[in-house]
């Protein structure tokens, strides 16, 4: 059995498919179909950061809260998608499924590796990053998947708006990393 | 006579290398494939209990697989491409990017215009949103985020599933500032956005003139990145 | 005396790992040797990508399950 496996990691197909990191373009591409797919099945395109403000919904309910009255949360489909719950939630899947596909993919690859927190400074900085990222992909409307991919790829002017933002906002964040961060 | 150099070189660099690593100890390595093996037929196991407990949450469960799977294998990371042209001068990741948003435009826009000549409604409109101060503002406040956290939302995904326990604390506040920001969309919405036009390309400039001037901002943008890296690897290639 | 000079970016996720190896090498001399250890998966393909690029000797080698160590001499 452990002979057969061994095999396998020497096997060209394996290295190909599994193993050596795809090129960039590779990855565009198939990223694009799946993105395509995403469109003509579902009928909308793919969008990430939505479906953690329902996280953020559920969990706020679990610890007693109530969003009943957000406006957010008032329009009907919203408050369909609250009452299913957690697992009913078709989006909850599509991002529990790049969790899953990121965890196979490392493992296949032999690549997968438990990194703990290094220092307080990563926390501070991922607990930073995070809020900034959750509160403004909600007020723009989506994140670099949702308002930006989804956005330019459906031609709207949105799309090209939040490209120049987010591109400043990029230069802002390389400098305080660099500065506070490292 | 050149290639002998150069095979002498590796050598002599190769031999130096292996006394380094000799002083580490060599650690053996696992092979992981078994493993990998139990992940799938986990995977397996929850696609079938989706399949039959919905059609719609086993699509959602494959296509979250297959971008998962693909952004690990190809390192694919949209952070990177808005943040190494500055960082590192590089752009082959946001030329990557710009050639997934030329094929998903002209993709894109064929699905819509099919659904049109049909007099049908056009799906997906619900992603042609207003823009207004506040796409400015969250747009730019998550170019910060991303870059401070190592990754943007799918990115923070694709790295808990490599095993980075930073990114499962950058993902719940990630969750927390959604909330935050639900909560405050209310009057965001009554102070910027209701005004705020909603622009979709077509509308102005046709199907083809729209597919054409988006197509044409990806070229441009494509040749200045390309001549960005050009300009800082220059003169050190020779 | 070429001298060889560990990097260690173990649990870092970039572009950390990136920037520091650009620093590192700053302080090289030409022909020294640094050795990048590394365990993001991205990070494995962004600093030999970038060490080239800049005209670099580069070589990578996979230590251990998701652990790499990049070797850069310095070339120039």
Request: glycine content about 12%.
């Amino acid at each position: 059995m452990k002979a057969f496996f061994e095999k396998i990691k020497n096997n060209d197909f394996y290295k190909m498919w599994f193993k050596d990191a795809l090129p960039y373009v590779t990855g565009a591409v198939l990223l694009s179909v799946f993105q395509i797919v995403t469109f003509s099945t579902t009928g909308n395109p793919w969008g990430v950061s939505g479906v953690f403000a329902n996280w953020g919904a559920w969990l706020f309910e679990l610890g007693g809260g109530s969003v009943e009255k957000w406006f957010y949360f008032s329009s009907p489909g919203a408050q369909a998608t609250l009452e299913a719950g957690f697992l009913n939630d078709p989006g909850t899947w599509r991002n529990l499924g790049i969790i899953a596909g990121a965890l196979f993919a490392a493992m296949m690859a032999s690549g997968f590796k438990i990194k703990k927190i290094k220092s307080f400074r990563q926390v501070i900085a991922a607990a930073l990053g995070g809020l900034l990222m959750g509160y403004g992909a909600r007020i723009a409307f989506g994140c670099n998947i949702g308002a930006l991919f989804s956005g330019i790829a459906s031609l709207s002017l949105s799309g090209w708006v939040f490209a120049a933002f987010m591109f400043a906002g990029a230069i802002i964040g390389s400098k305080l990393l660099v500065k506070y961060f490292m | 006579m050149k290639g002998c150099e150069v095979v002498a070189e590796e050598t002599v660099r190769a031999s130096s290398r292996a006394s380094a690593r000799g002083d580490r100890g060599k650690r053996k390595k696992k092979n992981q494939i078994p493993i990998a093996m139990v992940i799938f037929a986990v995977i397996s196991g929850i696609g079938v209990w989706l399949g039959f407990k919905e059609d719609t949450l086993l699509l959602y469960w494959l296509l979250g697989l297959a971008f998962g799977f693909t952004l690990q294998r190809s390192r694919f990371c949209f952070t990177a491409s808005m943040r190494d042209p500055y960082l590192t001068k590089s752009t082959s990741i946001t030329r990557a990017v710009l050639i997934a948003f030329a094929i998903t435009s002209i993709a894109f826009t064929a699905i819509k215009y099919g659904y049109f000549i049909k007099g049908l409604a056009i799906p997906g409109q619900g992603y042609v949103v207003p823009i207004s101060i506040a796409t400015a503002i969250g747009a730019c406040m998550f170019g910060i985020g991303m870059v401070i956290a190592g990754g943007c939302a799918s990115g923070t995904l694709m790295r808990i599933g490599e095993g980075f326990w930073m990114q499962v604390i950058s993902l719940f506040f990630f969750i927390v500032g959604s909330l935050w920001g639900a909560h405050d969309f209310g009057w965001w919405k009554r102070t910027f956005m209701l005004k705020a036009p909603k622009i979709f390309l077509p509308d102005y400039l046709g199907w083809l003139g729209g597919l054409a001037v988006n197509l044409l901002i990806i070229a441009v943008i494509y040749v200045i990145a390309h001549k960005w890296e050009k300009k800082h690897s220059d003169g050190l290639s020779h | 005396m070429a001298k060889e000079v560990e990097l260690d970016c173990m649990g870092e996720a970039c572009p950390i790992p990136l920037i520091k190896t650009e620093k590192a090498l700053e302080e090289l001399e030409v022909g020294d040797t640094l050795i990048v250890l590394i365990d993001h998966s991205c990070a494995m393909k962004n600093v030999p990508e970038w060490a080239r690029k800049q005209g670099h000797e580069v070589e990578l080698e996979e230590v251990d399950d998701g652990e790499w160590e990049c070797y850069i001499e310095k070339m120039k």
